[in-house]
């Protein structure tokens, strides 16, 4: 657990490093709207950082993406959240900029990415208010979309919003001139990982990591949601750490009911009632 | 002595009796009177008239194949480009509609677009969609070609193609895949039941997921063949 601390302290700490020089480049971003390839990670789950949408130019975008990359998937030994038996990696998708609606991901585009672990697509637009004598207030809309559940929705399943869209910065919170204050919210992309994760691997019937991850994502999303948010927002993310919540009571109850889960399964300690007890 | 028509009376009215009979008989054919011209040079008359008209009859069928062939390797050449787009890193709109021009080709286009199935992620969604345009025209080449890749031991396909080909087969009503389709099923069946290898054995590389994969697959397949059914 103490090791679990270390990593995300650390990373934090290189993300508030990382995320100033590659935000200069974000908030200049020119508008190219489309969905390129963007190759998985072999055999690993993937989390997609596609390209932002603004205004200005595309190498500033490029650097940016390949520093976030490699801040957030190289230097932590592989590893985002640490459970057993799996490892996400993190892609740089460049060129991939889908629209800001997320009209571009159809139940055939999803599908393909679920099929290839894709738990996560993050994308958005940033934004640069000029201020008369002062420098320009910066302003983000950054997208999340949860993979597994959106192709759940396509399968018609009952599932929270898989589109998440968050608005840096908060409502109320003071104006926002550095970026790196902006948007170096780690919390955030755990958050929705933790849950796609959980969802994907309850999905897949590895119970023990789906039930840790799904318990983690409620924990997660519950301090989000005491951030101000905007309306739409708070509420969409409610209803996800309501659905984890749900997703951590069904893992455990078809971890019980399923014949091949271990006699000494840690799972079985667990009440199906209260799924997360001890752990939110 | 006989009794006949030259019977009795002297030599010259014997003959003349004859001579009257013969110029008694109806005149022979043209036919006949030609065979007899020909005598034995007939038989090698005949056999150039067969070959003759044999030829006659499939020079149109066989020039039409020559100009299908030519044709073929022209579009072969023309749907050169259009491969090279689909390689290109490109918007996934702009493979689609690639892929639709090159389904415009016919039959032609098929060996391309069942290739490009190969390509995981949007190269494979847009040959799917150029397969479905194709068989707008005509589904019967596309029927004949896809079961064929549900049993391929070349490992040229991922189980994700499989899942498109099987979905395929349902909607454009390829009734005599039905077969093909059952026994596919009971391989993803036994996969599911522990017993992966003969399925392994057929694609590139297994489902990372089974647990989640081989359901999708059998569920795939028994719509599929629900629809055949109807």
């Known amino acids: ?280 | 002595m006989g009794t006949g028509p030259a019977g009795g009376g002297s030599v010259e009215e014997r003959l003349a009796r004859l001579e009257g009979l013969l110029a008694a008989r109806p005149a022979q054919g043209w036919l006949a009177r030609f065979a007899g011209w020909m005598g034995a040079e007939l038989p090698k008359l005949l056999a150039a008239v067969v070959v003759l008209g044999l030829g006659w009859a499939i020079k149109d069928s066989v020039d039409l194949a020559i100009k299908q062939r030519q044709l073929d390797l022209s579009y072969s050449k023309e749907m050169q480009g259009l491969l090279q787009k689909l390689a290109e890193p490109a918007e996934m709109a702009q493979l689609q509609s690639t892929a639709v021009v090159l389904a415009a080709y016919g039959e032609a286009a098929l060996p391309a677009l069942l290739s490009e199935l190969r390509f995981t992620g949007l190269r494979a969604d847009a040959a799917e969609q150029g397969l479905a345009v194709l068989a707008l025209r005509d589904p019967q080449p596309l029927c004949a070609a896809l079961p064929r890749i549900l049993s391929l031991r070349s490992r040229q396909f991922d189980w994700q193609v499989h899942l498109k080909v099987v979905r395929m087969l349902g909607e454009q009503d390829c009734v005599k895949a039905a077969a093909a389709l059952r026994r596919y099923r009971e391989l993803v069946q036994a996969a599911q039941a522990g017993r992966p290898e003969r399925f392994e054995a057929l694609v590139r590389q297994a489902p990372l997921a089974p647990a989640e994969e081989y359901p999708r697959l059998l569920k795939a397949v028994d719509r599929a063949l629900q629809e055949l059914a109807s």
Request: aromatic residues 6%; proline residues 6%; positive net charge.
């Open chain 1, 1 to 280: 657990m103490k090791t679990t601390k270390f990593i995300h302290a650390g990373l934090l700490c290189r993300l508030c490093l990382l995320v100033p020089i590659g935000l200069m480049g974000l908030a200049t971003t020119s508008a190219r709207a489309g969905i390129v390839e963007c190759p998985a990670a072999a055999g690993q789950f993937s989390v997609f950082l596609s390209e932002p949408s603004g205004s200005g130019d595309a190498a500033a975008a490029r650097q940016f993406l390949q520093r976030l990359q490699f801040e957030l998937d190289q230097q932590r030994d592989g590893r985002w959240i640490s459970s057993p038996a799996t490892d996400v990696r993190f892609v740089a998708c460049f060129k991939r900029a889908p629209a800001l609606d997320g009209q571009d991901f159809n139940p055939t585009l999803v599908e393909g990415l679920n099929s290839q672990r894709v738990l996560l697509e993050i994308w958005g637009a940033v934004d640069s208010e000029p201020v008369a004598g002062a420098a320009p207030r910066l302003s983000a809309q950054m997208n999340y979309l949860l993979v597994p559940m959106r192709f759940a929705a396509d399968q018609h399943e009952p599932v929270a919003a898989p589109l998440q869209r968050l608005r840096y910065p908060e409502q109320g919170a003071a104006p926002v001139q550095d970026a790196v204050q902006l948007i170096a919210r780690p919390l955030d992309i755990d958050a929705f990982v933790a849950a796609a994760l959980g969802f994907k691997l309850l999905r897949e019937r590895s119970f023990e990591p789906a039930h840790a991850n799904l318990c983690r994502a409620v924990s997660l999303l519950q301090a989000i949601a005491q951030r101000p948010l905007a309306g739409r927002s708070k509420a969409d993310l409610l209803a996800l750490k309501q659905f984890a919540l749900d997703s951590a009571g069904r893992t455990l109850r078809e971890a019980l009911a399923d014949p091949s889960y271990a006699k000494t399964g840690l799972l079985r300690l667990h009440d199906a009632t209260k799924p997360c007890a001890g752990q939110e």
